[in-house]
């Protein structure tokens, strides 16, 4: 387990690292189904894929530069040459497949809120609107499900593993560590 201030934290959260500290204490596993969010975890965590959430999390304010505040409306906009501009850019991810899904996927984010409403109205037709408590999973029956719904509207990078984490970090799954303070069962 970190510690830090005598707070018992999950053991993957790196207590030396002050952006994943906060984010572990006041972000994850913290309900926010505002669409603005749904959508900036979900480009987030489909950068993640091979990478470490850490990795992902020290470059979130460079991402938010890099892509309009996760202006929907602009990112799928996006052209070859902000594509271009995107692989130059060293403060971010810079992989061409992961940079064109994202695209892709907020073209698709964007039909999805046209269809339902709001991406949580979506994600409601799986969730029926409650809270999974479970810890040391990285998938479940839940994230193959909306992985699967996904994936066949033709997002990319948006596996079982990738959308469990992002159930988790958008507050539909609640898996703070049993030793950990902010443990709930």
């Not at 005598?6 to 030396?16: D, F, I, T, V």
């Not at 109205?121 to 999974?132: A, M, S, V, W």
């Not at 479940?140 to 719904?149: G, P, Q, R």
Request: hydrophobic share 35%.
């Amino acid at each position: 387990m970190a510690e830090k201030d005598n707070q018992k934290r999950c053991k993957w959260c790196n207590s030396k690292n002050p952006l994943y500290v906060e984010y572990h204490d006041n972000e994850w596993c913290k309900p926010n189904f505002h669409d603005a969010y749904l959508y900036e975890m979900l480009i987030l965590e489909s950068f993640q894929a091979g990478l470490s959430w850490e990795c992902v999390l020290n470059k979130r304010e460079s991402f938010r530069k890099a892509y309009d505040s996760f202006d929907i409306n602009k990112v799928i906009s996006y052209n070859d040459d902000k594509i271009n501009e995107l692989l130059n850019n060293k403060d971010i991810i810079r992989n061409r497949l992961k940079i064109k899904a994202s695209i892709t996927n907020s073209k698709i984010f964007k039909e999805i809120v046209d269809e339902y409403g709001s991406f949580y109205e979506f994600l409601k037709t799986f969730t029926n609107d409650t809270i999974i408590y479970e810890t040391d999973n990285v998938t479940n029956e839940l994230s193959d499900a909306i992985s699967n719904d996904l994936q066949k509207r033709g997002m990319k990078f948006v596996g079982s593993v990738i959308i469990y984490s992002y159930l988790q970090a958008i507050g539909v799954i609640y898996s703070h560590d049993k030793d950990c303070y902010l443990y709930k069962a």
